[in-house]
Nanobody, 119 residues
């Protein structure tokens, strides 16, 4: 079955960096666009970044443009999110899923990884 395992979150000070990883299985990873989402307390889950299957095209939410970078390793079935210049408003649980404009596997969310930006 489809599975996503996110890791790499933690507590970081404002201005700091983190690199998130998501290992995917159960579908043809190399043919699938992949995305990162986040959900802050009391808010809906939002799309943060997406990358095409070959990695040539990316898309970012306005709030993270210039600070976050999505990438992928098709040999490892893994998608990454490099987060720089972190802000307190980036605090959320981060999830990955397949898809470009929306999650492809709605019923298969992973446990997510908590990112907390605080001094």
């Amino acid at each position: 079955q489809v599975q996503f395992v996110e890791s790499g979150g933690g507590l970081v000070q404002p201005g700091g960096s983190l690199r998130l990883s998501c290992a995917a299985s159960g579908f043809i990873f190399s043919s699938s666009p992949m995305s990162w989402y986040r959900q802050a307390p009391g808010k809906e889950r939002e799309l943060v970044a997406a990358i095409f299957s070959a990695g040539g095209s990316t898309n970012y939410a306005e709030s993270v443009k210039g600070r976050f970078t999505i990438s992928r390793d098709n040999a490892k079935n893994t998608v990454y999110l490099q987060m720089n210049s972190l802000k307190p408003e980036d605090t959320a649980v981060y999830y990955c899923n397949a898809g470009w404009r929306g999650p492809q596997f709605i019923g298969s969310w992973g446990q997510g990884t908590q990112v907390t930006v605080s001094s």
